[in-house]
């Protein structure tokens, strides 16, 4: 029975999110039980890709992203994948009409980590929407079952949540981006002298970016507002612990929060979200 195969289809996906990403992998735990499903495959699609482009060196990056780009299509058009991550995707994508443009833009910021090691303005704006602000939009339809109208008003905070995720992603990772792939997305930073006014400019765009996401997740249904308003909790606080730091500090680690951590952050934004403490 293709049930079955489908029911391992996401559990593939369930274990590739907790395997990559303890912060998400809570995050999805604080959604209704429907939601996490859908969630968990959205996750393993966009890994997938992530994973070619950032980690598989010695391999033919090009060839496997097209390929995958390919069997992703395949995937959605015969609603059917023998890749169990991208079977569980496709079957969300019908579910929820994620829209082909989205994953379409998602994968062409993809294709850019292989081609461009810096970024202009108006490339920076292109790689946000499709790596991050996309993503956003593809959950944003699940959460949001089909209702166009809450979809079309919740687009735009749904897009400066995902956008601020990416950022505050760029500022953790700049020390391996730069050092170990030879990327730098912020466009005019000179990494080799990052300033202090650079790194605040570049903090003061995320503040306004956490600002507008949490009216817009304050507005979710409660299906998925405690999930979503936990990964925008555990963001905010490692993007503080980054804003503590002199530029010269995170240039040369990777700025984390630790496990415990994460599972205290769980407990206090369940009671901040709960009491309005925000």
Known sequence: MKQLFDELSVE???????????????????????MRSPVYAIYGFVRFADEIVDSF??????????????????????????????NSFQEVVHRYNIPL??????????????????????????????????????????????????????KPNAMKLGAAFQKVNFLRDVKADNLEL?????????????????????????????KEALKGILQLPLTSRKGVFLAYYYYHILFKKIKQLPPHKILQQRIR???LEKYLLLLKSRFKLQLHLL
């Open 182 to 210: 030879g990327r730098t997305y912020f466009p005019n930073v000179d990494l080799t002298n990052f300033s202090e006014d650079e790194k605040r400019k570049i903090e003061n765009d995320i503040e306004k970016d956490f």
């Open 257 to 259: 929060i630790s496990d």
């Open 57 to 86: 060196h010695g391999f033919d990056k090009i060839y496997l992203l097209a390929d995958f780009r390919k069997q992703t299509y395949d995937a959605i058009e015969n609603k059917i994948s023998l890749n169990p991550i991208l």
């Open 101 to 154: 443009a989205l994953i379409e833009a998602f994968l062409e910021s993809m294709e850019m980590d292989l081609q461009k090691k810096k970024y202009n303005t108006a490339e920076y704006g292109k790689y946000i929407y499709g790596s991050a602000e996309a993503v956003g939009l593809m959950c944003l339809c699940v959460f949001t079952e089909g209702d166009k109208e809450l979809y079309t008003q919740l």
């Open 12 to 34: 593939c996906s369930r274990i590739t999110t907790k395997k990559y990403s303890t912060s998400f992998s809570l995050g999805i735990l604080f959604l209704h039980k429907q």
